[in-house]
């Protein structure tokens, strides 16, 4: 009918990319990647990656000398005009090795909660990902999405976001993380932990298992049990984790109850001789050089047990 209007009204967004050239398209994303001064760069709040000096870093420096950055790293403009780095930590701190002053960025429009996803989407792409930088990274995304959702509404104690069909978030971030529900729940357990557990964790010496049990005790029982692995080179098993958090929450968890827990010899458990650094140290002389210090005591003991087999044959005659 005439003079009826179309209930359909294209975004003008849309029209624009209908009526532009595909010329006219790449013109505009690449005037949003720019040479930006490292200066003016800051690092995400709080990344959860850590950016190591190691053989890839090394080869990634070689790699930026000579053909230099091949992918823009991805930016956010602050209001205070400063830029906020999302994706390309690594590229950066090469860039910096390598001697350059500024970093090849693409410049994005994103509030923080939506640079917080795509920050822990672009580096969940790397091949090596330690726990604890794992665990951080889902606690962080996971936020981002309740913030997302507004003030979303509980059940059963748990978030659910309103605009997902009831899907509660932490199954969301399984569901796009690969990982299920019960493993996510684990992974942000460890941010719970002192850093020296956490680090036991990434350096495999704990298992996942035992350490979510240890990541409901409060911070003093930590450093206590820390306290306790640093003395006996041994991380507690999961059954022992279970039994100090069971006294934790029975209000029964002291030093001397870790201690106790933690000399229980555990299945397969090789015997530890422990000798104390102080003790030691002490009837050694000083020009014995700290490396030498395992073959003088070495020594002194095939001495002593000498002494001893000597000391029995005169008595047995």
Do not use: W
């Not at 205070?80 to 693409?106: M, N, Q, V, W």
């Not at 956490?198 to 996942?208: I, N, P, Q, R, S």
């Not at 507690?236 to 201690?259: D, N, V, W, Y």
């Amino acid at each position: 009918m005439a003079g009826r209007k179309s209930d359909f009204t294209l975004p003008m967004n849309t029209l624009d990319e209908l009526f532009s050239s595909q010329a006219e398209r790449d013109e505009a994303k690449l005037s949003k990647i720019r040479d930006i001064p490292l200066s003016e760069i800051d690092d995400f709040p709080d990344h959860p990656f850590k950016v190591r000096e190691d053989e890839d870093m090394f080869q990634l420096v070689e790699s930026i000398k000579e053909h230099g950055v091949i992918t823009p790293a991805t930016v956010r403009q602050k209001d205070d005009g400063r830029y906020e780095l999302i994706s390309g930590h690594r590229r950066k701190k090469a860039c910096e090795l390598a001697g350059f002053e500024t970093l090849r960025c693409e410049v994005v429009e994103l509030d923080r909660d939506e640079a917080t996803i795509l920050m822990v989407e672009s580096n969940f792409q790397r091949s090596q990902i330690l726990p604890s930088e794992k665990a951080y990274a889902y606690k962080m995304r996971l936020e981002a999405m309740k913030r997302q959702a507004g003030r979303p509404s509980k059940e059963n104690g748990a978030t659910v976001l309103p605009h997902l069909q009831g899907k509660k978030s932490r199954e969301i971030l399984a569901e796009e993380s690969g990982e299920s529900h019960e493993q996510v729940r684990k992974y942000i357990r460890l941010t719970y932990l002192v850093p020296e557990l956490l680090e036991f964790v990434d350096e495999g010496k704990m298992k996942m298992r035992p350490a979510v049990e240890l990541s409901y005790l409060n911070e003093d029982c930590q450093r206590d049990l820390v306290d306790e692995i640093d003395l006996n080179d041994c991380t507690p098993s999961h059954a022992q984790a279970i039994r100090m958090r069971k006294f934790f929450e029975e209000g029964k968890l002291t030093p001397e109850s870790i201690q106790a827990i933690m000399s229980e010899e555990k299945p397969n458990q090789r015997e530890k001789i422990v000798l104390r650094g102080e003790r030691v140290r002490s009837l050694i002389p000083k020009d014995v050089p700290i490396d030498q210090t395992e073959e003088y005591v070495c020594k002194a003991l095939e001495h002593y047990k000498k002494f001893l087999r000597n000391r029995a044959e005169r008595d047995s005659r």
